[in-house]
């Protein structure tokens, strides 16, 4: 068996900050030891997933996979090699090793051994007892097993398939296993090794999997090269031990998994880790999940699972249901909008987004007694990358169109570069610990709720998210639909002062439904850039924290309702203005902001309907006096409704004032104070924020 890195460098490694006291002491550590890696460096995980002042270091495949010549060796000789040439229910044997006999070819020998021709219905069978490597050459096969795998590595130190270059393969089974016994379950795909498994080569292999899955080892499973297509009735690619992919160009449809890893048992196993390749997966589950740690270094991907987004479960968003569900919000920081007409207008729930029918209550009937028994089904997990331990992305082009979580980790996910596209019927990209983005290009456009995670580091990248709930919510817990499957119902999060939104880099746009930022813990942010459009409806916020928010840089603009409108602490190092008008604007009416020289501050133009808008900058300065205008027009360049650059003119002057404090509160009459009235919506406890 190869040699692995195990331990605290499987995933992504945590480290504990410098200068940081403590990750978390509140608690013991309490994820499933397949995340394995948290607690294998010494950071604590808590079970809300609070890891204050972690940072987080990309692992990529050459930190956990060693590979050996023979896993790259694709060379041969006739003079050096067993040549096997299939022939419809038989096959000549030239050379030492193998043996035919009854359609079947057995191989107990180590060595290479060269295949071609066509097997009607028979079997390559690997039985090497000495435990040496196995070489099988496909130069040109076509194997069918009416009733077992087609090619079935009973024991082995370990088997290489080379696909020969120029040439196509395949390989297929039947719909029906015979067993020698009822307490027999292997054989179960198509290709079947019980030993180390390596695939390479340039050729092509074809794989169709009737009974169960396509290619399993369950040991390691290698992928140097190739082109491999797959149709599997239940998972494409399976790895116990390890799944890695060098490179390749693999496609896949499975009414199952379309490649997975299934070690849950060792920590330092059951991972997958992929340097590069080209990815069309179609899964009737997820799309590739890890036991333990995912880690991807480069590739293309496509990957539609649980039949798309438009099969995600039906979620309807905070709306606003009444007083007292948010308890005490903000209590202490003034950082509520001023009271207003209540103008906003109702937010329109998407069409993909029906409203739940509400519960009926039950009526107890007095003379009557009537049991019920009611069975549970499992509901299968539709993710399209997912992991139950860590999640490090450092390159590669993700198209993602999923019914559950586009990217899911019970741990932690590291993305550093890389394209997304992302389409989902849950969660753009949720961890039930940290979610830290470093750089990449991350489009979410559609989601229930974009990125989610108990803690949320934004350092660098371009991230766009539409959400029919909130953008970006920091709030904790445990995701129900696990790896192992389970209800894929709502999110369970506990409010928590540990958790926190951190920005300090990139720039982060969120077209919202239901709140823009929303943290059940705390915000801090000194640097990049964020833009927020929405909500419309005033049971949300474009900015909802139940801690403080402390801005010492960076620019924020955030434009939605006023009924929940926040804006950042007064004991930020930055100054803010929030500014309600008086009656809802439309989408697209900017709002300018200029001092008394004439310099602009800031133009945006807002996606969405809104009354509330605050803007933070850096240009912002105590005791300087400000103009804000609304409407008219900017020749300036826009990018996300922001401009630069460019001469504003038409605009109507709303207000003058002079900045005094660390937030100023506007409206139509000047600076006012900020409403410390709770007012509807919001939310705790354990629903959904």
């Known amino acids: 068996m190869d040699k692995y890195i195990t331990g605290s460098k499987v995933g992504i490694l945590l480290l504990c900050a410098l200068l940081m006291s403590a990750c978390s002491t509140n608690s013991t550590t309490t994820q499933s030891e397949a995340a394995g890696t948290a607690a294998a460096s010494g950071t604590t995980i808590t079970q809300n997933g609070a890891a204050t002042g972690v940072q987080l270091a990309s692992a990529k495949l050459s930190d956990l996979v060693t590979l050996d010549e023979e896993d790259s060796n694709t060379t041969w000789t006739a003079d050096q090699s067993t040549e096997i040439a299939l022939a419809g229910t038989s096959a000549l044997v030239d050379g030492t090793g193998a043996e035919s006999k009854d359609g079947s070819v057995t191989i107990t020998a180590a060595g290479t051994y060269v295949l071609s021709g066509k097997l009607s219905d028979g079997q390559i069978v690997v039985n090497n007892q000495d435990e040496g490597s196995v070489h099988l050459v496909l130069n040109g096969v076509n194997i069918t097993n009416s009733d077992s795998a087609a090619i079935d590595i009973k024991e082995a130190g370990k088997v290489i398939i080379t696909l020969e270059d120029g040439t196509e393969n395949s390989v297929s089974d039947g719909a029906t296993y015979v067993y020698a016994d009822e307490t027999t379950d292997e054989p179960s795909a198509a290709i079947f090794s019980k030993a180390d498994l390596t695939i390479n080569g340039t050729g092509k292999l074809s794989v169709s999997a009737n009974y169960n899955d396509g290619i399993t080892s369950k040991d390691d499973l290698k992928i140097m090269g190739g082109t491999i297509e797959i149709k599997a009735a239940d998972d494409g690619i399976v790895g116990k031990d390890l799944v890695a992919v060098q490179d390749g160009n693999i496609s896949i449809t499975a009414e199952g998994d379309g490649m997975k890893s299934t070690n849950d048992t060792e920590t330092d196993k059951g991972f997958i880790a992929i340097a590069a390749g080209t990815f069309d997966i179609t899964a009737g589950n997820d799309g590739i999940q890890a036991e333990t740690s995912l880690v991807i270094d480069g590739g293309t991907y496509t990957l539609v699972t649980g039949g798309g987004n438009e099969k995600g479960e039906v979620k309807t968003g905070d709306q606003g249901q009444g007083m007292g569900m948010r308890g005490g919000r903000g209590q202490g920081t003034g950082d509520q909008a001023p009271g207003t007409t209540g103008t906003s207008i109702p937010e329109t729930k998407p069409e993909t987004m029906p409203e739940t029918k509400p519960e009926v209550p039950t009526t107890e009937a007095p003379t009557t007694t009537t049991t019920a028994t009611t069975t549970e089904s499992e509901t299968p997990s539709t993710k399209g990358l997912k992991a139950g331990g860590d999640i490090s992305l450092n390159n590669g082009t993700f198209t993602i169109d999923s019914a559950d979580d586009a990217v899911h980790s019970n741990s ?45 580091e934004i350092s660098g990248g371009e991230a766009h998210v539409v959400a029919s709930d909130d953008g970006v919510n920091v709030a904790g817990g445990n995701d129900e639909a696990t790896v192992g499957g389970g209800p894929q119902e709502q999110d369970q999060f506990s409010d928590s002062a540990s958790n926190m939104l951190t920005i300090s880099g990139g720039t982060l746009t969120v077209d919202a439904s239901g709140d823009g930022l929303d943290s059940n813990g705390s915000i801090t942010m000194s640097g990049g850039t964020v833009i927020v459009n929405g909500p419309t409806n005033s049971g949300n916020g474009a900015l909802d924290f139940d801690g403080s928010f402390e801005q010492s840089g960076g620019i924020l603009v955030a434009a939605g309702s006023s009924g929940m409108a926040q804006a950042p602490s007064d004991t930020s190092s930055q100054h803010a203005v929030s500014m309600t008008f008086p009656q809802t604007q439309e989408a697209g009416t900017l709002v300018h902001l200029e001092d008394s020289e004439g310099n602009t501050i ?56 002079e900045i005094t404090s660390s937030v100023t509160w506007l409206n139509e009459s000047g600076v006012t104070t900020a409403n410390t009235n709770q007012g509807p919506g919001g939310g705790g406890g354990n629903r959904r924020p």
């Open 412 to 456: 932690n996910i590291a993305i550093a570069d890389g394209e997304f596209n992302i389409k989902t019927g849950d969660d753009g990209i949720h961890a039930d610990a940290l979610v830290a983005i470093s750089g990449g290009k991350i489009d979410i456009t559609k989601s229930y709720e974009g990125i989610e995670g108990a803690n949320i």
């Open 602 to 657: 800031l133009t945006f133009a807002p996606s969405k309907s809104y009354q509330t808008v605050v803007i933070s900058s850096p240009d912002l300065k105590d005791g300087g006096s400000y103009t804000l205008y609304s409407g008219g027009t900017s020749t300036g360049s826009e990018a996300d409704g922001l401009y630069t650059d460019g001469e504003y003119t038409g605009g109507t002057k709303v207000v003058a004032f």
